[in-house]
């Protein structure tokens, strides 16, 4: 089974309309991440998560809000779609314990979000 | 305001030649970390190859391997003997002692038959 898990994998949804992209992991890493991919543009941070009550905006928070209902679930809604919404989202985690060394991102399989 | 910036959006190789990727990163940290993910036709994001900005040594895993050179703030990244598996983007990524990622735009590699 995947370390961390992505729903839906696609989805294709109206101007309008608000949209839930879920994501849980089982790596035990209190920090989880949303991305969004644009071609060209490479992936963007829209929101992290440090720990259940730590929350905070990255580069481009604008239209989009968080809930991390527990460590091991980190869910991005979109309250109100709109086209340029439309991107791959990535979720990733990572591991809050300080080695003294890094600590790699691991990604979910992305969403594919179209926006009509 | 961290970047980072990779200036090759799509690049050709043949099959079992070499090939080197180019990122370039600004910073006014001292210790950060830098990372290369590969992502194939699947979409899914694979870690290849990562250095710590302390230490010298140019990091290597199989047929990876970077020339990193701080001084340029140049992180590239080398792929010997390339493989049709290896046809993917590929991002470069840099991460402060924050732990927030800032990725580049991606080079898309094609290995040719």
């Known amino acids: 089974d995947a370390d961390v898990t992505q729903t839906p994998r696609n989805r294709i949804t109206k101007t309008g309309k608000r949209i839930m992209l879920e994501c849980s992991q089982t790596?035990?890493?209190?920090?989880m991440y949303w991305y969004r991919q644009d071609p060209g543009l490479g992936l963007r941070l829209i929101y992290y998560s440090f720990d259940v009550k730590d929350i905070n905006k990255g580069e481009i928070s604008d239209g989009y809000s968080v809930s991390r209902q527990a460590q091991a679930k980190f869910s991005l809604s979109l309250e109100s779609a709109i086209p340029n919404q439309t991107a791959l989202y990535f979720c990733?985690?990572?591991?809050?314990?300080?080695?003294?060394?890094?600590?790699?991102?691991?990604f979910g399989p992305g969403t594919r979000l179209t926006v009509l | 305001a961290q970047t980072v910036t990779q200036s090759q959006p799509e690049m050709s190789v043949q099959e079992a030649e070499t090939v080197t990727l180019s990122c370039t990163y600004d910073?006014?940290?001292?210790?950060?970390?830098l990372f290369w993910y590969k992502q194939p036709p699947s979409r899914q994001m694979i870690l290849v190859i990562r250095q710590e900005a302390y230490k010298q040594q140019n990091a290597t895993e199989n047929r990876f391997s970077v020339n990193f050179q701080k001084a340029a703030k140049s992180f590239s990244l080398k792929i010997s003997d390339s493989q049709l598996g290896d046809t993917a983007m590929y991002f470069c990524a840099f991460m402060k002692q924050e732990r927030k990622f800032y990725f580049g735009s991606g080079t898309k590699l094609n290995v040719k038959p």
């Open positions: 990733a985690t990572s591991d809050r314990r300080d080695r003294g060394y890094w600590d790699e991102q691991f």
């Open positions: 790596k035990g890493h209190d920090r």
């Open positions: 910073t006014s940290e001292n210790n950060y970390y």
